[in-house]
């Protein structure tokens, strides 16, 4: 968009063309150019702020959610990690030992990651046992879905109970849908006209009413008939609730003649080494951490059927804050079949 600058000094430039003159620096003519010059630039202003909410790739925030949602694309909320505790005694007692909901535990350190439960659980009298119980992370987010094993630590005071641990891993929490991958789902429900039965009418349907689903990939009819539909959620193949979700849109919406076979993505576990110099004066745990997030949050971001180039993830990297320069050491794996959704394996990061 044209500068203040620039729209003044070409209605003085025209004026000086037609009247032969100059305007007078601070004289009246002048003053008014000024004033309305910085009139028309906010005007010009408010046109390109509304024709940046108009357009997918420029819109942000607020002006992207209410975009996405004249076409039915609505932004995914954040979700709070879910999971399974199970708490046992030392020792028989002479009364029941009850876990009463809301009780707060965590991961070892000093900013471990805290969860409660969501219910109540009882370990009966005269028994040396344990009983497991649903708990959820206190904050939404990815850092709930932390390894099985790894809640050791009761914060909450419960009489009788000795140990508690999560013998699978915590899994579902996730950010609010960050503006590029909300973009990215966007488009690809606008990618094809969305007129039944083409594909890209029963993409953008999954994408709009099945939580869980961030890509899909249809694949030719199989042996019995039926359109094999692969989805995938945010950086894994998606969860059983969302397939049986989508199998039940699709069926619902399906074509004379036409019905579909909803499965989870092929996972493949991609395990990246990384090397990273970091700048001079950063702190390496620092620096190691906005990686570890940056690499994650590419992979969050890929579909099903794509890629993730090396000259993509590299550059990723170098945008980190503290980061001089970057080294991949392990290659990264062919492009992934149709159905494939590349995910992130062992992940090492070596800061020097």
């Known amino acids: 968009m044209i500068s203040y600058e620039a729209l003044l000094r070409r209605m003085e430039d025209t004026f000086a063309s037609l009247s032969g003159c100059s305007p007078e620096a601070a004289g009246d003519t002048d003053l008014r150019f000024r004033v309305l010059a910085g009139e028309v630039y906010t005007l010009l202003a408010r046109f390109e702020r509304f024709r940046r909410n108009l357009d997918p ?4 925030g607020e002006a992207l959610d209410a975009l996405g949602a004249e076409y039915g694309v609505v932004r995914r ?4 990690a879910q999971g399974v505790l199970t708490f046992s005694n030392a020792a028989a007692s002479l009364a029941s030992v009850t876990i009463p909901a809301g009780t707060v535990c965590k991961t070892p350190g ?7 439960t969501l219910e109540e659980g009882v370990i009966p009298m005269n028994t040396v046992g344990s009983v497991s119980v649903k708990a959820e992370a206190e904050s939404p987010g990815a850092a709930g879905n932390v390894a099985a094993g790894t809640v050791t630590v009761l914060v909450s005071s419960v009489p009788l109970v000795s140990a508690v641990t999560n013998a699978a891993a915590f899994s579902g929490g996730r950010a609010a849908e960050a503006d590029e991958m909300y973009r990215k789902r966007l488009h690809a429900a606008l990618a094809a006209p969305p007129v039944p039965p083409s594909a890209g009418f029963y993409r953008a349907l999954l ?4 939580d869980g689903v961030q890509s899909c990939a249809f694949l030719p009819k199989g042996a019995d008939g039926r359109v094999e539909v692969y989805l995938g959620g945010a950086g894994a193949a998606a969860e059983e609730s969302a397939v049986a979700a989508a199998q039940q849109v699709l069926d619902e919406n399906a074509a004379l003649n036409l019905s579909f076979l909803a499965k989870p993505a092929e996972a493949v576990a991609v395990p990246l080494s990384i090397a990273v110099t970091k700048q001079e004066g950063a702190q390496a745990d620092a620096v190691q951490a906005a990686c570890e997030t940056a690499v994650r949050e590419r992979f969050l971001a890929l579909s099903i059927g794509e890629a993730l180039p ?3 993830l ?4 170098a945008a980190v804050p503290g980061v001089y320069d970057v080294l991949l050491e392990s290659a990264l794996p062919a492009s992934p079949a149709p159905q494939q959704l590349w995910t992130l394996g062992e992940l090492e990061i070596h800061v020097s």
Do not use: K, N, P
Not at 110 to 116: K, L, N, P, Q, S
Not at 207 to 210: A, F, Q
Not at 314 to 317: D, P, Q, S
């Open 57 to 60: 790739d420029t819109a942000a």
């Open 77 to 80: 909320e954040a979700q709070r």
């Open 110 to 116: 000093e900013d471990g990651v805290r969860f409660h």
């Open 207 to 210: 994408l709009r009413e099945v």
């Open 310 to 312: 090396a000259a993509g």
């Open 314 to 317: 590299i550059a990723a990297l």
